[in-house]
C-alpha cells in the first residue's frame, strides 16, 4: 500500500527530505518506522520519538492502513 | 483558536488586547526570549520548525485544559517559527483571570505544557560554527537514558 510520510527537524536532514510517499507493507507505525530506520539510519531510536497518524498522536502499535500520512516526532524544544 | 503560530516578529499588545475583559482583575504573561548561550556555548541564532496542523491542536488543548483547571478567564500562546536572532521574542503566552493567583498558575501550566508537548523543534546555531538540534543530538550521543531534565521528551 501506499503512505505519505513527512519528516520534521533532525530527521528531515538525515532522510534528505521533508516528504515522500512509500510503497510499504509494514502494518504498523512501528514497523513502519523499523522500514525507515534501516533505510536512511537515523540516529534516533524508536523509543525516543512519537508518532502522528493523520495530525494525531497514536501508539506504536497503530494499524496503518492505504493513504495514510505518518509523522514520526523527534523529541520536542519549544519555548 | 487559543494557540496559534507567527512566521513574523510576535505582536504581544495585540495578543494583550484580544485578552482584554471587564470581569478580569488581573493579566500575567511571558515571554520567552532567544538566549545568547546554552549549556556552555555561545549561540547566534536559532531555527525553529514545527509539525503545525498537530502542534495547534496540541497547543488548544494545553490552553482548553489551562481554562478548565484554573479559574481563568482568557488565555493565549502565540509560538515563533522561522529564524531568530539573539533577544528575539519565540514564545508568548497571556493569561487573565478575576485574581492574580490564577493567572501565574495558568500561565506557568501552558508554558511548561507548551515546551513538552508541542511538536516544535529548535536547531541552535553556535559561534563555533557548529549548529544541533536541542533534546535531540544527546539522545543520539548517548541513546541510553539518563534522567538528565534537560533531556526531555515531549
Known amino acids: 500500500m501506499q503512505l505519505k510520510v513527512h519528516y520534521y527537524a533532525l530527521l528531515r536532514e538525515q532522510a534528505g527530505r521533508s516528504e515522500e510517499t512509500i510503497e510499504t507493507a509494514a502494518a504498523t507505525a512501528s514497523e513502519l518506522f523499523g522500514e525507515l530506520h534501516a533505510r536512511y539510519g537515523f540516529s534516533l531510536a524508536r523509543d525516543q520519538l512519537k508518532v502522528a497518524v493523520n495530525s494525531e498522536f497514536r501508539e506504536w502499535g497503530h494499524p496503518l492502513r492505504a493513504g495514510d500520512a505518518v509523522v514520526f516526532i523527534p523529541p520536542v524544544a519549544g519555548g | ?154
Open chain 2, 1 to 154: 483558536m487559543r494557540f496559534r503560530f507567527a512566521s513574523a516578529p510576535i505582536d504581544a499588545a495585540a495578543g494583550r488586547r484580544e485578552l482584554l475583559d471587564g470581569a478580569a482583575g488581573g493579566y500575567v504573561s511571558f515571554e520567552g526570549w532567544v538566549r545568547d548561550h546554552n549549556e556552555g556555548l555561545a549561540v547566534s541564532r536559532l531555527e525553529y520548525e514545527a509539525f503545525q496542523e498537530l502542534a495547534v491542536k496540541e497547543g488548544d488543548r494545553i490552553v482548553n485544559e489551562a481554562l478548565a483547571r484554573f479559574p481563568i478567564k482568557r488565555a493565549l500562546c502565540v509560538h515563533r517559527v522561522g529564524d531568530l536572532s539573539i533577544g528575539e521574542m519565540a514564545v508568548w503566552v497571556g493569561v487573565c483571570a478575576v485574581h492574580r493567583g490564577e493567572a501565574f498558575d495558568a500561565c506557568r501550566y501552558i508554558i511548561d505544557e507548551v515546551k513538552h508537548r508541542v511538536p516544535i523543534w529548535k536547531k541552535e546555531h553556535y559561534r563555533n560554527g557548529d549548529s544541533g538540534w536541542v533534546n535531540c543530538e544527546a539522545c543520539a550521543a548517548a541513546p541510553v537514558h539518563s534522567h538528565d531534565p534537560r533531556h526531555s521528551h515531549g
